[in-house]
Structure formats: C-alpha cells, structure tokens
C-alpha cells in the first residue's frame, strides 16, 4: 500500500490510500523515524510527501519550519529499505489537486497563507519549477525592510508581511494598524504581480489565515476590478480552496501516474 505524508510547518497529517487522514503535531514528529514505524507495521510499498520546504529530485534543500535530520531522504530509504520516496514541495501538491478541477485553466495560481506564504503556478498543465525547484515563490519578493530575517535569508521579503506569524498571537482583526496595512499593501503587491507576470485564469487560495479571514476573497476581487489593463482582461476565477487537504490529495493523483502531465 501506499502512504500519504503532508508534513506542514504545524500539521503533520497521514493516511494510507483510502483510509482516513490523521493528524500531529509537527513539532511532536521525526519523519525518518516516522516512516521506518509504519514500514515495520504495513506493507508499504510506496511513500508519497507533501512538504513544506524546498525540495529537488527527491532531496530536502532547506526546511525553514521544520526540523529535520536526513536530507537525501530518497536515498536512504531506496538503500535501507527498497522502497521509493517521492517527496514534493507542499503548494506545488496543492496546486496539482486544483488544477485537476480545473484543467482548462491555462495559468492556475495557488496561494497559501498560513504560517508563510506559499505559491505555486500550474502553467499549461504543468507545475512551474524552475532549474532548482524553487519557482514562484512570490512570497519572497523584496517588498519592506523589517527588523528580522525571513527564512530564505532576506528582511524584505512579502511573506514577512503577508502570512500569519506577523500576527502573532492576535488574529488580523486585533492587529495593530501598521501590520494591518502592511498586510493588505503586501497582499495587493502579489496579486498584481501575478496578474502582471502571468495573466491567471483561476486563483484558488487557501491556508489558515485565509479560512479565518474570508474578505481576503473580496479585497482580491476588488483588486481586480481596479487591475490594469481591466478593459481588456476577461473574467478571473479567485476561490477559496474547497478541502482542507489538498496537498494530500496531489499526492494521490502523482500515485496513479498522472506524474508525467503535472510534474
Ligand atoms: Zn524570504
């Protein structure tokens, strides 16, 4: 059988092909140690992971959120083991789930806003990756200089802006004036820098701040309904991600081979 991981900066959630999704803590979690318990306990014959970092050929780059020992995670189970690991970035599984709703959509954008802010373009049926895996990551555009460091290495980046740790324990609405702007100024930068780059047809967002603070929908909407070049831009689908666990749900699409078509 095979088994799902969606390992998440907060959630880590599993699940064997039909069966029912389970949920932990990440921070309870050590992956390695994890699966190797699930090897010994099922016939396992595959492990599919959605993960929040950046990934390549089976390999773990870098893990902001997420404390991790094994990197060539691939590897090590294909040696010790026999059994294949395919490992891919968390939006790029999200985004692989709603474009297969939408398979007319000739640029699909995906944006998460939970912990950090996560993107991902599916662009003629394919998931935009770029020669390191790290494409369209738009939540690490330069945007405002602030007094720490976002995880890529930069201070300026949109997702120090725009993502819920910039609320700390408050939610959007006891935030500060100054946070909330920055927000919503961030949040507007982003949109309109996709709009600007790639012309979307769909955007779906998602993410716990988003679940929280359904006006995210109609701010964007209204954003572009003021978008240059309005006269001539055709409708734009902006929805809210219909399931909780869409990563997981990619997941299962690449198990059935539709790899080729996305990846
Ligand atoms: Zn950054």
Redesign the pocket.
Known sequence: MNLFIDFGGTHFRYCFDDGDTITLKSEDVELVKFIEIQISLKNINKVFISFAGQVKDGKILSAPNIKIETLDINKYFEEKYNIEVLIENDLNCAAIYEYSKYKNAQVLAVFYIGTGFGSAFVIDGKVLKGKDNIAAEV??IPFKKKPYR?????DD?L??SVSGKVFGENSFENSDEDTKKDFLDGLKHIFHTTLNLFDPDVIILGGGVVKHNPFILDFLKNEYNNSSFKTIRSDLKIFISDVEDANIKGLQILSKGEKCQVL
């Open positions: 939540g690490h976002c995880n890529c290495g930069r980046c997702e120090l």
